[in-house]
């Protein structure tokens, strides 16, 4: 059974750090382009970040750009979110996705696998 599970999410202060996590089990993540998204409440999901299979091209939404980090093990069959300098407007549900394509988007639509989500909450 294909699946990704996501982890790391919690309750953080503003201006802290979360580390996600994003582990695949039945499939290999080597060949498919690794997203995250986010929907808080009320709004549309939105894209966060992405990588491609080889981890040699990323993409961010600016909303993040000079914050957050993505980046992928492998070896590991992981792929990982860096979260710094939180804000309450990174409060989301935080998902990850996987892509058989080459290109990094952030479209939502070209992404094949989905995982359950975690919570991320920014508030002092």
């Known amino acids: 059974q294909l699946q990704l599970v996501e982890s790391g999410g919690g309750l953080v202060q503003p201006g802290g750090s979360l580390r996600l996590s994003c582990a695949a089990s039945g499939f290999t993540l080597d060949w498919y382009t690794i997203g995250w998204f986010r929907q808080a409440p009320g709004k549309e999901r939105e894209g966060v970040s992405c990588?491609?299979?080889?981890?040699?091209?990323?993409n961010y939404a600016d909303s993040v750009k000079g914050r957050f980090t993505i980046s992928r093990d492998n070896a590991k069959n992981t792929v990982y979110l860096q979260m710094n300098s939180l804000k309450p407007e990174d409060t989301a549900v935080y998902y990850c996705a996987a892509a058989r394509v080459v290109v990094t988007t952030l479209l939502g639509s070209y992404y094949d696998y989905w995982g359950q989500g975690t919570q991320v909450t920014v508030s002092s």
């Open positions: 990588i491609s299979s080889s981890g040699g091209s990323t």
